[in-house]
Structures are given as C-alpha cells and as structure tokens.
C-alpha cells in the first residue's frame, strides 16, 4: 500500500526558510515521479516542483531560484527546502507520488509567511 506524508509546515517571516519533508512508503523513490503542489484558499492546486525517476527537476516560475526539490531514496523521503519565502508562499503544501496511471497524494502541511 503506498502512502506519503508531509511534515514540516509552520509560520515564518518574510525572508525565512523552511524545509518541508515528504515521507513515504510502498514506493521506490527513484523508480517513480514526485512532485509538490500547493494550495491556497480560494486557488486552484499548483504544481511547485517535480522530480522525474531520473532525476531531472522543474520548478514553477514563482519559486525557480528560492526552492530546492530532492529526494533521499534511503529514506524514502522527498524534500522541498523553500528560501526566501514571501508571503505570497502561503499555502497548504501537498507531496504526489506517481505510479504508473495513478497519483497518491498526502494530506498536506501548513506553511504560513507572514510579512
């Protein structure tokens, strides 16, 4: 059964980092597509950044430069550092796990920036 959990959300100033931590299991990280999304109230679900099975990345525009995607295939766990952070940031944060046709997401973690 593959489940992925989020963990390391909470509130920050302007200009503070975060790292956000995206646990996993029933999966092998470097076989399978990752990704960050997030969501604020209001929005639509975004895509923040991506990690292909061969490790290539992608970032959103709004965060190319600040944010960093990776991933520990040891302990199954993906990361997003976010640096910088504006409050425009401010969203729910959700990892996504890809296998084959169908998408596993986590319940999401807070991130809240203050100005």
């Known amino acids: 059964q593959v489940q992925v959990m989020e963990s390391g959300g909470g509130s920050v100033q302007a200009g503070g980092s975060l790292r956000l931590s995206c646990a996993t299991s029933?999966?092998?990280?470097?076989?399978?597509?990752l990704g960050w999304y997030r969501q604020a109230p209001g929005d639509q679900r975004t895509l923040v950044a991506s990690?292909?099975?061969?490790?290539?990345?992608t970032y959103a525009d709004f965060v190319k430069g600040r944010f960093t995607i990776s991933r520990d295939s040891g302990k199954n766990t993906m990361y997003l550092q976010m640096n910088s952070l504006k409050p425009e940031d401010t969203a729910v944060y959700f990892c996504?796990?890809?296998?084959?046709?169908?998408?596993?997401w986590g319940q999401g973690t807070q991130v809240t920036v203050s100005s």
């Open positions: 996504k796990a890809t296998l084959g046709f169908r998408n596993y």
């Open positions: 990690i292909t099975s061969g490790g290539v990345t």
């Open positions: 029933g999966i092998i990280l470097d076989m399978n597509a």
